[in-house]
């Protein structure tokens, strides 16, 4: 299928803590065409988190009806929690002519792969080492030991599904990878056209 003049589709995807949230957040700040996708999820909200602009916020039953009415292009539970990314809510944005940038994991990324007519790009971010991540997850401070302990454990995991991806990049440095991202878009964006 011909996606070349569809709106690109960014995935970023990496372990807790390596800083998609972060480069998601510098992407559309430094590029008026890309909106971030909201997801929907079961968690609750962190202090700092706005329902409709960080996630959308929902009950396990309500999301759980979106599922059976085939409302998601991709969903995954995890570590409790369901999060998904809404047909409805990307349809939005590409009506109106910007391209998606999705902050999900790689359970996501698989499955927003199965949808052809979609123009993916997808990039896992690693962390510098194990160790750098264990700091990252602690310092941020947003979760207790055993979540942490969980994302730990997942990491690997994690690592193995990066081959499934078209970049993997090491962000040691926020500013540095944000630019090697950056340059694999244009890349992108010029091979398509």
């Known amino acids: 299928m011909d996606n070349s003049n569809k709106p690109l589709m960014l995935v970023l995807s990496s372990p807790s803590g390596a800083g998609k949230t972060t480069l998601t957040k510098k992407i559309q700040e430094s590029d008026s065409t890309f ?3 909201i997801s929907h999820t ?3 909200a962190r202090a700092n988190e706005v329902d409709g602009v960080d996630y959308h916020f929902v009950k396990k039953a309500e999301f759980e009806k979106l ?5 998601f292009y991709e969903h995954a539970k995890i570590f ?6 809404s047909k409805s809510s990307i349809k939005k944005i590409t009506e109106k002519g910007y391209n998606v940038l999705f902050d999900i994991d790689w359970q996501g990324a698989e499955q927003l792969s199965r949808h052809k007519e979609l123009n993916l790009l997808k990039i896992f971010i690693l962390p510098p080492s194990l160790d750098e991540l264990k700091k990252r997850l602690v310092s941020r401070n947003q979760d207790d030991k055993e979540a942490i302990k969980r994302r730990l454990n997942a ?5 193995t599904k990066s081959k ?3 970049y ?7 500013d540095n990878c944000f630019n090697e991202i950056k340059k694999i878009i ?4 010029n091979q398509k056209n």
């Open 186 to 189: 244009v890349k992108f964006q």
């Open 168 to 174: 993997v990049l090491v962000n040691d440095k926020v």
């Open 80 to 85: 409790e929690n369901l999060y998904g990314t």
């Open 155 to 159: 990491y690997s995991i994690d690592v």
């Open 35 to 37: 909106r971030v996708s």
């Open 67 to 71: 599922i059976k009415d085939k409302a």
């Open 42 to 44: 079961t968690r609750k």
């Open 164 to 166: 499934n991806y078209d």
